[in-house]
């Protein structure tokens, strides 16, 4: 009789802890996924900004001919955060944050030349920068939240045990350095941004 109510025991222990592993692994799929989304959105908005760029400096460069410097800046800016690893880390971070503030020193040329702060093109593009910026900001917040819970839960106890078993690995925060933690500034009233 003791030996049958302890089969009974150990067979309900290893269906309980059987049904945790099973649980929490679940739990941890779903969070990885909600960081690969929530990273897919931040990728998105960069791209966008990305694009714009161009149109942005081509604009400018109609009225600006002579800051050929800093067209020659910001299309390498450009280009570098292009080429960048496309994984959040110091290197993304490094050339997003050049980019963003060769975007800056394009908008600051542009407050010299009232035409252009005038031109309705420069406007929209203006404004699309500016909705661009925001997204970034709402998806690198958004997807930094999803990171930390998927860490809190790789490194919480016992789930950490079901994460090492599976080989649930760390995703890094979208950290952009000091001085990129403030988007360019864009004035969509008609005066360009500094």
Request: proline fraction near 4%; glycine fraction near 4%.
């Amino acid at each position: 009789m003791r030996t049958v109510v302890a089969l009974i025991v150990v067979v309900a222990l290893v269906v309980l802890v059987g049904l945790y592993v099973l649980l929490t692994y679940n739990r941890l799929v779903a969070l990885r996924n909600n960081v690969e989304n929530s990273w897919s959105q931040v990728d998105v908005a960069l791209k966008m900004r990305h694009d714009l760029v161009p149109n942005l400096a081509e604009a400018v460069k109609g009225y600006a001919a002579h800051e050929r410097g800093t067209f020659d800046a910001v299309t390498q800016a450009r280009t570098a955060a292009v080429a960048a690893p496309t994984e959040p880390g110091a290197a993304l971070g490094a050339a997003e944050s050049t980019l963003g503030s060769m975007i800056g020193q394009l908008l600051v040329i542009a407050e010299d030349y009232p035409d252009l702060k005038a031109s309705t093109s420069f406007l929209a593009l203006q404004q699309q920068l500016s909705s661009i910026e925001s997204q970034i900001q709402i998806a690198r917040r958004v997807y930094n939240d999803t990171v930390e819970t998927y860490l809190t839960k790789l490194q919480r106890i016992p789930s950490n045990f079901v994460a090492s078993a599976f080989s649930f690995a760390p995703r890094e925060f979208f950290r952009a350095p000091v001085e990129a933690q403030t988007a360019p500034s864009v004035d969509v009233g008609g005066s360009a941004a500094r």
